[in-house]
């Protein structure tokens, strides 16, 4: 019975070491089959490092202002009798706004009219006879007097009839009415606004050593997410000649088109001042670099073992460079590259130094410096 136990143990023990050396001769081979494997080569797209002049801007936020603005409002107290303008509405200078009750004013014209045109009969009357000595030189001029007096009565009761006839005092687009029809209103109480929005201006600040490099009527470039993808032109009008204390900038004002009154009163905006100076950049596409804490890098793209193979392979080497501004789709290459040195343009994080590549740009994406995204 233990010669049979033994025996077992023995059969075990060999079944065992038979598997584990099979087992190790697998691992083995799998290992020398992976030293010698070698990955294909990933599809890349690619682009050139290349030199561009670019333009050089400064830029700042802006706030936007009518050229033209002001809340219309009530010169001396009295009841609205008509509206006669809708809100949001278009005017020009003279356009009636609101009528206020002149009735009482009316009738007291009517009258000093009527004392006027007494006074010039008495007035013509006595210069006939001054010439016969039937009246004196002083009953004449008492008479002017008095037709001049009834004259200045006609013209102040004229001129409360037109402060209380509200009219546009140029042309531009109304606000919201404040007041309503038959309402009492007191001297100074606003009544709506009204804005010349074509064209608008730009309120900026700019640091002090910008002071010398900006003149009156440089271009500036105005963009916002009021109008995504456009730019509205203008040029600087107004200078300030002096320099804030608290935060060393200095303000500008300058003009900007506003055909379709997209832009308004109120909106701010990004303002950027193009200057005579140009610059020459080296640049690639901005998805080219491969950012991290230690570094930017990219990847360039190298030929390798042209004189051993019929097909000569591209590999990969991990570039550190340093970048400047970046403007579109493209980014500015201080150090760290040569132009016509080709790079990876897209997908740089999947990537690693030594890789064998293969380039393939039919789906590469069209970079540009002034992209028009959109809007979906």
Request: glycine content about 8%.
């Amino acid at each position: 019975m233990a010669k049979r136990i033994i025996l077992i143990v023995l059969v075990l023990f060999l079944v065992v070491g038979v598997i584990a050396g099979i087992k190790v001769l697998q691992i083995r081979t799998m290992i020398d089959n992976g030293g010698g494997f070698t990955p294909p080569p990933e599809t890349v797209s690619s682009a050139e490092a290349q030199q561009q002049t670019w333009e050089t801007t400064v830029s700042a936020v802006g706030s936007l202002e009518a050229v033209q603005g002001v809340m219309v409002a009530a010169e001396m107290p009295g009841k609205i009798s008509e509206i006669a303008f809708a809100p949001g509405a278009m005017v020009q200078a003279g356009d009636l706004l609101v009528q206020m009750d002149i009735k009482v004013e009316k009738a007291q014209l009517r009258a000093a009219e009527a004392a006027a045109s007494l006074a010039k009969t008495n007035m013509d009357r006595i210069a006939t006879v001054l010439t016969d000595g039937s009246v004196s030189r002083s009953e004449y001029d008492t008479a002017e007097a008095a037709y001049k007096e009834a004259m200045a009565r006609v013209d102040t009761i004229k001129a409360t009839i037109d402060r209380k006839t509200i009219q546009a005092p140029f042309a531009g687009r109304l606000g919201i009415r404040l007041v309503n029809l038959g309402q009492i209103v007191s001297e100074g109480e606003p009544i709506v606004t009204l804005q010349n929005l074509d064209p608008v201006f730009v309120n900026f600040q700019l640091p002090q050593q910008e002071l010398t490099n900006i003149k009156k009527g440089y271009t500036v470039r105005l963009t916002s997410d009021v109008i995504p993808g456009q730019t509205v032109s203008g040029t600087i009008t107004t200078i300030s000649p002096e320099i804030e204390s608290a935060t060393r900038n200095f303000r500008l004002q300058a003009t900007v088109a506003n055909s379709q009154e997209l832009l308004h009163p109120g909106m701010f905006g990004e303002v950027a001042v193009v200057l005579p100076v140009r610059k020459d950049v080296l640049v690639i596409p901005a998805t080219s670099v491969l950012y991290a804490p230690y570094g930017d890098s990219v990847f360039v793209i190298e030929e390798t073992g042209a004189e051993k193979t019929e097909k000569p392979g591209k590999v990969l080497r991990q570039q550190f460079v340093r970048l400047g501004e970046r403007r579109g789709d493209f980014v500015a290459v201080v150090s760290g590259l040569k132009e016509a040195e080709s790079v990876v343009s897209t997908g740089v994080f999947k990537l690693r130094n030594g890789q064998s590549v293969v380039i393939d740009n039919s789906l590469n994406p069209e970079f540009k410096l002034e992209p028009q995204p959109v809007n979906q």
